[in-house]
């Protein structure tokens, strides 16, 4: 039998309630290797919150993909960059530059079965955020200067999940 949209039917290995220490794949030289332990990583699929700022607009938004690479041995994960910062460009909408970082994992399997159809993010659905050890706020974000323009379809297509800032 095929369970596959039901939050928590499958046991994932890695348990992201657990606080991890995180790193961009481009500052530890790619995703092979654990930068703190040397024990190899494995990839696995979970959703994280993804801030971006423009200006003075801070919008965020809920991520899923398979390119957080998690250390068997130690609590780490490494992000591949490029994937954050497409999906980063994909959420932002019309300025020549700015800002975005990961402040940490979306623990889906903490949301309540009965919240199921309410929007994660809202007042009373609130993003189960497991933020990464080593994330403090105010600290610097990632800078991009924005290459080209994104289509309007190309957005349409995106599947990031919209979800209300958590600050
Ligand atoms: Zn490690």
Redesign the pocket.
Known sequence: MEHGVTAGVFMKKFDVSVPRKMFWSNDVGGTGF?P????RLEQESHSYLLIIRESRDIQSFIVGNDRGHF?E??P?VVLDYETFEQSALAGNPSSRSFEFTVPGIVDLDAIPEENADIPIGDDDNPIPLVRFANYRDGEPVKKKRKRGKISKAHRKRKSNRRAKSSR
Do not use: H, M
Request: net charge positive; with cysteine.
């Open positions: 654990c703190l332990c040397q024990g250390c041995r130690c780490v």
